[in-house]
């Protein structure tokens, strides 16, 4: 996904001290990988109230994940 944004926080990106990634954690919790990727595209999903659109993104529990507009 070269030249998307990254994520609107400046947090580190993937890494296993960091936790599953935001896209990660949207797939455990029974979404589409198509259907992340187009909300976080969309700068829909939120991590604890900072806007989010990087996959890759840390989301470590007990991090809340939100989605707005779905």
Do not use: C, F, K, W
């Not at 993937?14 to 990727?37: I, K, M, S, W």
């Not at 595209?41 to 993104?57: K, S």
Request: net charge negative.
């Amino acid at each position: 996904m070269d030249g998307q944004a990254s994520s609107a926080t400046d947090q580190p990106t993937d890494g296993p001290e960091n936790g599953p990634t935001v896209l990660e954690r949207l797939l455990a919790a029974g979404l589409a990988q198509d259907r992340a990727h187009a909300h976080l595209h969309a700068a829909r999903v939120q991590i604890d109230g900072d806007l989010v659109t990087d996959p890759a993104h840390p989301a470590p529990p007990p991090a809340r994940i939100v989605i707005s507009g779905a």
